[in-house]
């Protein structure tokens, strides 16, 4: 069966990812600290001279190793991906063996039966199908509590499968000004949000990314 062992090695790239976000978060804190360099601009003074109130070569160092892992969380981003393709498509290839059996039974001598069939074990549920990159200052995510980092699990009635983008906005759509539950894994936990899909002075109705 390729669900479970393809899942396991889902989990095992979010947790990599986490551990990049964390290294990530680090570097940007210290590089945007007050007084600092910034993750980008100039390291020279307003005389053209490098600034000697910061050790430029350390800067540097910690700019590469910000870009690198950049890099790789982009890299395992795009595998888990993959990954959460093929677990989805597992999914539906055993949903749609579960309706076959079902209605291979439905005959005369099944009604009145007491006996159901066991559910299978579900290994797609509560797997995260995007992750929030970006949230706009002053957006409905922004002020509703949503993180970068954030991995949506279920926008309202969506959860993934097919037409993914398709879904959510017809979602957010019909739910404008209008409260949608939210399901998201934050920090390798689950919490439940509310978020009102509403127009604002920047795009869309939510104005995050991901």
Same mark, same amino acid.
């Given at each position: 069966?390729? #669900?479970?062992?393809?899942?396991?090695?889902?989990?095992? +790239?979010?947790?990599?990812?986490?551990?990049?976000? %964390?290294?990530?978060? /680090?570097?940007? /804190?210290?590089?945007?600290? /007050?007084?600092?360099?910034?993750?980008?601009?100039? +390291?020279?003074? %307003?005389?053209?001279?490098?600034?000697? $109130?910061?050790? *430029?070569?350390?800067?540097? #160092?910690?700019?590469?190793?910000? /870009?690198?892992?950049?890099?790789?969380?982009?890299?395992? &981003?795009?595998?888990?991906?993959?990954?959460?393709?093929?677990?989805?498509? =597992?999914?539906?290839?055993?949903?749609?063996?579960? &309706?076959?059996?079902?209605?291979?039974?439905?005959?005369?001598? @099944?009604?009145?039966?007491?006996?159901?069939?066991?559910?299978?074990?579900?290994?797609? &549920?509560?797997?995260?199908?995007?992750?929030? $990159?970006?949230?706009?200052?002053?957006?409905?995510?922004?002020?509703?509590?949503? !993180?970068?980092? $954030?991995? *949506?699990?279920?926008?309202?009635?969506?959860?993934?499968?097919? !037409?993914?983008?398709?879904?959510?906005?017809?979602?957010?759509?019909?739910?404008?000004?209008?409260?949608?539950?939210?399901? *998201?894994?934050?920090?390798?936990? =689950?919490?439940?949000? &509310?978020?009102?899909?509403?127009?604002? @002075?920047?795009?869309?109705? +939510?104005?995050?990314?991901?």
């Amino acid at each position: 069966m390729v #669900a479970p062992d393809v899942k396991a090695e889902t989990m095992k +790239l979010m947790d990599q990812r986490g551990a990049l976000e %964390a290294e990530m978060d /680090a570097i940007i /804190a210290r590089l945007t600290a /007050a007084g600092g360099p910034g993750i980008t601009g100039g +390291l020279v003074d %307003a005389e053209g001279f490098p600034r000697s $109130d910061i050790d *430029i070569p350390n800067v540097l #160092a910690q700019r590469r190793r910000l /870009a690198e892992l950049r890099n790789d969380h982009k890299d395992i &981003t795009n595998k888990i991906g993959k990954n959460l393709e093929v677990l989805h498509s =597992a999914k539906l290839s055993r949903n749609e063996q579960s &309706t076959s059996r079902r209605s291979d039974t439905t005959d005369p001598s @099944h009604f009145g039966s007491s006996q159901s069939e066991p559910m299978e074990e579900d290994h797609v &549920t509560g797997l995260p199908f995007a992750m929030i $990159d970006e949230i706009a200052d002053g957006s409905p995510a922004s002020v509703d509590g949503l !993180q970068l980092g $954030d991995e *949506i699990v279920k926008f309202g009635n969506v959860e993934a499968g097919d !037409q993914l983008q398709e879904r959510l906005m017809s979602e957010a759509l019909s739910n404008e000004d209008s409260q949608v539950s939210l399901v *998201i894994i934050r920090q390798g936990s =689950a919490v439940n949000l &509310t978020i009102t899909p509403r127009k604002w @002075h920047g795009r869309g109705l +939510l104005g995050s990314s991901s």
